[in-house]
């Protein structure tokens, strides 16, 4: 089995090769749960809650009656209730946005020097190991969150998010270590179609615990405390597969010795690496175009929610439904969209799927308030492209990623995701305020499928990847 070592890249044999692909995408399974159950589901109704229960019972910091209570002695709203943190006292309905944020930024101080140290040895497997298990485990550690200890919560969070952060981009950093160019791209099809079947059977069963609550002798939190345990089980357990069946390929090429010498040389590593990005512009033109239309993309992942509710009026039940609709329609989703890259190629297929999400953002204006049906069709719209656009442009700048430096542009990849995040709410919250309506607020985020899909047109992918020194696909 040959090596990559910094020259252009070798990959193991067919029969090798399989193996070690029919484990990766385990890790898409496996991770998965973290991003849909704890953060889009789970971690924000509960860990606000827990705040607003710490802000009833810390009146004497936070003034005499810091959460106003109702009739029934519980609280009004939760954008009420002050809590604080080093004498900076903030409401506890922020208390999500927030916390995202500093998980983001840490994420952004720490991912990159990561997977530069990931580039320079040959522990990509232990490395992957290391993050999925700690994120797994302060993931299941969450379950422990209770009463009014929601400062617990808020490091579990980051931690987990960073243990996410970081296997995800040594995990996407083995694609050109077991795939050739021409493999590329029904691989992360693949192992995306599968991280949302894995996430959505997770869902199922912690919604059903969730619903159930009470005919199980549980409340609400003691629910939300059994899907955090679930998604740290889940999380660890499957990615046990991976780990069996991947195998270092890259030859060390740093001299250090110690966790200083190899803590040196990965910010030596990242600096060289910045530095010479500019040398390849193209790459650099790809990726700003991937961050405008993922932007939308998470966008609208991220609002639906509010604009059937708040907007279109729907119930708990109908919001549960259309997540997972969501989330099994993605399946099938991502697997075609790896059959139609087949035939056409990624570049033109992630184009295709750009305009499809023109026309779903078109429709999400339309829909009609209380009309489930219609809400549902939309939901299977989204699932359809969800997540096959992301996967064929991971394989994509897999293709223009210089040798050897696979985990570092990867984290770049996945840093400039969320540093660039913040434009799609801004827009919607900022259209939806002016306007007083959430429909002209959903139709403006048309803007990025749009902008994105023009850039993607004019990208020169081929000569991007000729330009790194890499094989071409067939078809592109």
Known sequence: MSVVDGSPETVPSAPDRRREQRGWVWYDWANSVFPTSVITVFGSLYLTAVAAEAALADTATNGPNPCPADGDGGTNKLVDCQISVFGWHFQAGSLWGYLLAAATIIQVLIVPLLGAIADRTQNKKRMLAVSAFGGATATLLMSLVAGTNWQLGVILFILANIGYGCSVVIYYSFIPEIATADERDALSTRGWAFGYLGSGTALLVQLVVYLMHESLGLTEGGAARIAFLLSGLWWAAFTMIPLRKLKDHQRPHGSEHGPGGVLVGGFRELGNTLKLARAYPLTLAFLGTYLIYTDGIATVANVSAQYGSEELNFDE????????????????????????????????????????????????????????????????????????????????????????????????????????????????????????????????????????????????????????????????
């Not at 048309?446 to 902008?451: E, G, N, Q, R």
Request: proline residues 4%; without cysteine.
């Open 317 to 476: 039940t109908v919001l549960i439904s259309t997540i997972l609709i969501v989330q099994f329609v993605a399946f099938v989703g991502g697997v075609l969209h790896g059959l139609v890259a087949r035939r056409v190629g990624a570049k033109r297929t992630i184009m295709i799927s750009l305009t499809v999400w023109l026309v779903v953002i078109g429709a999400a204006y339309f829909v009609q308030a209380g009309q489930a049906l219609q809400f549902y069709l939309l939901a299977a719209g989204i699932g359809l492209v969800l997540g096959g656009t992301n996967a064929l442009s991971r394989s994509l700048f897999s293709q223009m990623v210089p040798p050897g430096k696979e985990a570092q542009y990867f984290s770049i990849y996945e840093i400039g995701e969320r540093a660039t995040s913040w434009m799609g709410p801004l827009l919607f919250a900022a259209v939806a305020g002016a306007t007083g309506s959430y429909r002209p607020a959903i139709i403006s985020l048309v803007i990025f499928f749009f902008v994105g899909l023009v850039l993607m047109f004019f990208v020169p992918v081929r000569k991007a990847i000729r330009a790194v020194g890499n094989p071409e696909p067939t078809i592109l």
